[in-house]
């Protein structure tokens, strides 16, 4: 199945890149490697959620995201925050473009109504998903997933960053559910080489890692 091909802005990608690492939203270290919650090795750790405390960098995400809204996705009814990280994002989007917002939970409540989705969206509503950071892909398109199973139909995923994982890619394109990032980890490196957050001798490892991130660290 193929989905149909989103085009980022090379400027703006470039531009976020910057501001990520400038804020620390993303640091590289490939000489010591972080650990994530799974255990796995990686150079790059990733807390978009930290873009929300600066206006100007929150500010440009949203634009980014407003456009490729519009050029992609004109004729979007809802916009639908992933939970938690997607969720500021989405409502500033939301209300640029004068659209409903909903969020999606990453599971549903244990009490009450017991509600995956909150907010309104009705059967066939046209929807969007905003989310922070899009690694493997599975809890993106979970995402997505849960606004089909709603009766609505999801045009798309957005995202502020992607490791650009080949498993993400395969995970989308068998869905039939587009998806794209404001930019991503090829557009990263290049920014962090060209301000010095690393070097030219890093870059081997930093393309081994996305390329095979379980054997990444592994003597």
Known sequence: MTTPSIRINPELAGQIAADLLAIGAVALRPQQPFTWTSGLKSPIYCDNRLTISFPEIRERIAEGFVTLIRDNFPDAEVIAGAATGGIPHAAWVAQKLGLPMVYVR???????????????????????????LISTGGSSLKVALAVNE???????????????????????????IPFETLTNYSVLLDVALRNGSIQEQDLQALKAWRENPSEYGKA
């Open 106 to 132: 990453d599971k549903a409540k244990g009490h009450g109504k017991e509600n995956l989705i909150e907010g309104l969206i009705k059967p066939g509503q046209k929807t969007v998903v905003i989310e922070d």
């Open 150 to 176: 709603a009766g609505a139909q999801a045009l798309g995923v957005l995202g502020i960053f992607s490791y650009q994982f080949e498993k993400a890619r395969e995970a989308f394109a068998g869905s039939g």
